[in-house]
């Protein structure tokens, strides 16, 4: 099993990046799905996370701001990201899991300036 994720960056506050999480090994579409990230010097927390029915949870933090999706055809988890801003900046993870987490994938690094 493997996921990789890709599409982190640098932008300035206010700017948008997508975030993609390859699935190979497993299909995606039957597991739940999520993104975290991990700050320095603070504990990885859950930003999003699609069920394997669709349902969708967003942390209070990104609420409004961030959306959550997949492409089952492509095995391919997303995560919209508008308006940045410097706190988001974190290591972002993808991850799959039946009921927790079962699989987690390489971070991609997301630097949001102000």
């Known amino acids: 099993v493997q996921l990789q994720a890709s599409g982190g960056g640098s932008v300035q506050a206010g700017g948008s990046l997508r975030l993609s999480c390859a699935a190979s090994g497993l299909f995606l579409g039957s597991y739940n799905m999520g993104w975290y990230r991990q700050a320095p010097g603070k504990e990885r927390e859950l930003v999003a996370r699609?069920?394997?029915?669709?349902?969708?949870y967003y942390a209070d933090s990104v609420k409004g701001r961030f959306t959550i999706s997949r492409d089952n055809a492509k095995n391919t988890l997303y995560l919209q990201m508008n308006s940045l801003k410097p706190e988001d900046t974190a290591v972002y993870y993808c991850?799959?899991?039946?009921?927790?987490?079962?699989?987690w994938g390489k971070g991609t690094q997301v630097t949001v300036s102000s």
């Open positions: 991850a799959a899991g039946a009921k927790g987490v079962d699989y």
């Open positions: 699609i069920s394997s029915g669709g349902s969708t």
